[in-house]
Nanobody, 121 residues
């Protein structure tokens, strides 16, 4: 079984910072991409940032320049450093990972359970 466990969410004032972590564990052969998504009440889940195993990253326009995604491949962990937070960043943040459980071409998508980020004005 594979698990993704997020941590680091909480309540912060506008302009503040938070750092989210997501650790993947279990029967993992290799991890390709890892990313962060968020879902605000009444809205669809949207991509925040994504990072491939080679280090390529992409960000949503709304967080470009404020958020930074990084990975520790040795720890199967992805981080999201969030600076200059705004009330509109309030959402449940989910991490995901595209990974293989055995050698071969098949990859699977796993999601974490989510962590709440609330930014007060």
């Amino acid at each position: 079984q594979v698990q993704l466990v997020e941590s680091g969410g909480g309540l912060v004032q506008a302009g503040g910072s938070l750092r989210l972590s997501c650790a993947a564990s279990g029967s993992i052969f290799s991890i390709n991409a890892m990313g962060w998504y968020r879902q605000a009440p009444g809205k669809q889940r949207e991509l925040v940032a994504r990072c491939t195993s080679g280090g390529s990253t992409n960000y949503a326009n709304s967080v470009e320049g404020r958020f930074t995604i990084s990975r520790d491949n040795a720890k199967n962990t992805v981080y999201l450093q969030m600076n200059s937070l705004k009330p509109e960043d309030t959402a449940v943040y989910y991490c995901n990972a595209v990974l293989s459980v055995v050698a071969g071409p098949y990859q699977y998508l796993y999601w974490g359970q989510g962590t709440q980020v609330t930014v007060s004005s």
